[in-house]
């Protein structure tokens, strides 16, 4: 069997690219993507506590997490297409409307 | 056999997530993103997860990246930057930030290591669509119904951002 670490080092390892993608990349659907990796580790880990303490209450924190993540996508995808309806680019370094 | 299918889709999962971050390409970016998930599924069923695991595929793998490569095409966004040109002070400081905070994540881990608990043996009974639908329509029927409510304010959100408005030559709406 298993140890949990290995699930949790393989959680925290996924939340770590996640966060370099959000930082080196400037493709805005890609570091949506990366946001979306993030949910994924974070609800990687939840997931691990429950299996590890026999507890149902984990799976249905994930459960809802994924529905949040569902609306989250939809209404981050509008932006981008607003975004992208504005100045031609998903370039996000081209998004300086609030940047002084 | 459990720790060979783990070492297969923790590597599968990495792989792909590194790939993710570093392809130029928009589009395979997002397919490399689908491996992902679908691997990270193939590790739900390993924490004895079946429900979970299937929505996994079903919502993540199959309507969040369907709808993410539908805006890919629909915008048209395959002239991409190449990835290491000009700001080498940004990356290196990212890369250093992602080594802190997962230098920090293992470090906290490292202190409880020995606390924690094995697998648990009702867990063969816990993760079944069965046990999932009997919590949740019992002790969160509020939030699940909240959950619908909160949908259907992304969906009509979403309408309101992204739909495009036809103006005629006066101007007016």
């Known amino acids: 069997m298993i140890g949990i670490d290995w699930y949790l080092a393989l959680s925290a390892i996924l939340f770590t690219i996640g966060i370099i993608g959000v930082l080196i990349r400037r493709n805005a659907i890609v570091i949506f993507m990366c946001v979306e990796l993030m949910l994924n580790a974070v609800n990687l880990s939840l997931l691990t506590f429950s299996a590890y303490h026999g507890d149902i209450s984990g799976q249905i924190l994930v459960f809802f997490s994924l529905a949040v993540a569902a609306a989250e996508a939809v209404v981050g995808l509008a932006i981008i297409i607003s975004i992208f309806r504005n100045n031609l680019s998903v370039d996000i370094t081209k998004v300086n409307l609030l940047r002084w | ?173």
């Open chain 2, 1 to 173: 056999m459990d720790i060979y299918a783990f070492v297969l889709l923790a590597v599968l999962a990495i792989a792909s997530a590194l790939g993710m971050i570093l392809n130029k390409n928009t589009i395979n970016s997002a397919l490399l993103l689908v491996v992902n998930m679908v691997s990270i599924a193939g590790i739900y069923l390993l924490l004895q997860a079946q429900f979970l695991a299937l929505i996994q595929i079903l919502v993540y793998a199959g309507a969040i990246m369907v709808l993410f490569l539908f805006v890919i095409m629909l915008l048209n966004v395959d002239e991409e930057q190449s990835l290491l040109d000009g700001f080498r002070v940004k990356y290196f400081l990212a890369f250093l930030l992602g080594v802190i905070i997962f230098g920090q994540i293992l470090y906290s881990l490292g202190g409880v290591t020995d606390m924690l608990p094995e697998i648990s043996p009702e867990m063969i009974t816990v993760g079944t669509v069965e046990a999932v639908g009997d919590v949740l329509y019992t002790d969160f029927l509020y939030a699940f119904e909240l959950t619908a409510i909160l949908l259907t304010a992304a969906v009509v959100g979403a309408l309101m951002i992204a739909q495009y408005k036809v103006k005629d030559s006066e101007g007016t709406e």
